[in-house]
């Protein structure tokens, strides 16, 4: 069973940074997709970034516009661990962050999340 744990959440001023982290615990080389997704309450959830990776230091990312060039997806397979590297963030980044993994059919597993609040 795979289990996700977020962290790194919090309270910025617009422009500020944050880094986001997801722990990944049994994780097997079958659930080769990693994503972020946030969701405000009362909206759907929206796809941040997912990091694909296609083995022996062989990956692929995507990022939904609104974050291309401030946030940078990554992974630490020697740590188990998927970051979310937020940059110049802004108050329509404000939302609960959750952290997911699958396979490129679906995503299977989801952490209980982490608040981001940017404030202007």
């Known amino acids: 069973q795979v289990q996700l744990v977020e962290s790194g959440g919090g309270s910025v001023q617009a422009g500020g940074s944050l880094r986001l982290s997801c722990a990944a615990s049994?994780?097997?080389?079958?659930?080769?997709?990693m994503g972020w997704f946030r969701q405000v309450p009362g909206k759907e959830r929206e796809g941040v970034a997912s990091?694909?990776?296609?083995?022996?230091?062989?990956?692929?990312?995507y990022y939904t516009p609104s974050v291309e060039g401030r946030f940078t997806i990554s992974k630490d397979n020697a740590k188990g661990t998927l970051y979310l590297q937020m940059n110049n963030l802004k108050p329509e980044d404000s939302a609960d962050y959750y952290c997911?993994?699958?396979?490129?059919?679906?995503?299977?597993?989801w952490g209980q999340g982490t608040q981001v609040t940017v404030s202007s």
């Open positions: 997911a993994a699958g396979t490129t059919r679906a995503y299977d597993y």
């Open positions: 049994g994780y097997t080389d079958n659930n080769n997709c």
């Open positions: 990091f694909y990776d296609a083995g022996v230091n062989n990956y692929y990312t």
